[in-house]
Structures are given as C-alpha cells and as structure tokens.
C-alpha cells in the first residue's frame, strides 16, 4: 500500500526534509507504509550533491538550501507540483536505474494525460518538450523546454525527495539559476504551453498513472 498525502498552501522546505527522513526511517523500520506526498514550496532554490556555486547566478534571491538528493540547483515555488517519494526501493529490487526510470515514465505518463508529449534526453536530467515554434539554437537544433525535474535520494533503500511538474510557476523566478546545470534550453509549464490545467488535474492525472508504470519490482 502506498500512503498518498496531499498538503494545501506552502509547505516549509526544512519541514519537508524532515518530514520525509523520518517517513523513510519508518518505512525502512516496518512501522510505517510508503507514501507520496504531494506540496507546494514558497519560491526557493535548492543545491543537489553535485551542485556548482557557478550556477547559483543570484544567490540572494530566494532562500537556498543544499540537499542531499541527486542533481544540481533546481527552483521550487508556487504553482509547482513537487511529488515527495518515500519509497522501498530495496522491497521493488533494488535496482536503482529502474527505479530513476519509472520515476521519468510516471512524470510521461502524467504529461500525456494532457496530451503533452515529454522526452527524455541522454546527458539531460528532467522531462523535455520540444518546442518547434521557437527560433532553433545555433546549431539548427530544436529548442526544448524543461517541464518536470527529478532528483532522488536513498538511504537504506528507501527513496525520499522526488520530481516536480511545472503547473503554472513564475518562470522568471528560474533565472536565478542554471537549472540542473543546463544552458541554451529553457523552462516552461503546462500552461505556458496554452494548457488550462490546474494543481488538482495534475494530482489526479499522478494517481491514475502512478500503478500502472511504477512497476512494484524493477525487472
């Protein structure tokens, strides 16, 4: 059984860390089940463990907290979907890369809901929308604009942290960083894509997809 949880108005980014190191222990331990806690941030920029202060471009902005899950900066605030996953990943086989995997296919799958097509891209961390109606990069390239994030942590095998989806955030709050350390590529949202969606549409499409391409036991 998977606890699904769901905070109304902004969640403090300290207490969602500590939240979440406690539910994981729990877990581990037997004494709770896995969950999936889905919030929303105040505006606020956070250093994954491979982080360089070279991106951090304004470093006054927001608050700026160093995490310890994977990746580099990332921004967090309103009007993004942050989905927490405390997760047993040693009880779905221990197999990290699977796990990263389905984490991506789940955010997909949420997309196509809204008949948005995500990407992966190799070298490239995140969910990608390639945008053809903006001018191509210097090498005659596709432009393509991030919409979801994902960085994960495990300790004792169960996963905490997780992935965000951009609803309807204030995009220019990313310049303050270079998000996951990758220039010449932007950020956009479902809105920003012309999507009447709202937090609640992207909570219901995360359930019904959820068990269908998290696969219990990575195979």
Known sequence: ??????????????????????????????????????????????????????????????????SKRGGQYTYHGPGQRVAYVMLDVGKRGRDVRCFVRDM???????????????????????VWVPRPEKPLLFDGSVREDKIAALGIRLKKWVSFHGLSINVEPDL??????????????????????????????VDVALKSTFDRVVTPYCE
């Open 104 to 126: 991506e296919q789940w955010v997909i799958a949420a997309l196509a809901e809204f008949n948005v097509h995500g990407e992966i891209r190799d070298g490239r961390v995140g």
């Open 172 to 201: 220019s709050h990313f310049g303050g960083i270079v998000p996951c350390g990758i220039s010449g590529h932007g950020v956009t949202s479902l809105v920003d894509l012309g999507l009447p969606v709202t937090m609640e549409d």
């Open 1 to 66: 059984m998977v606890e699904w949880i769901t905070s109304t108005g902004l969640t403090d980014y300290q207490d969602a860390v500590d939240f979440m190191e406690a539910r994981a222990a729990a877990i581990h331990d037997g004494t709770a089940e896995e969950a999936i806690w889905l919030v929303e941030h105040p505006p606020l920029y956070t250093a994954g463990t491979s982080a360089k202060v070279a991106d951090l471009l304004e470093p006054d902005r927001f608050p700026v907290y160093q």
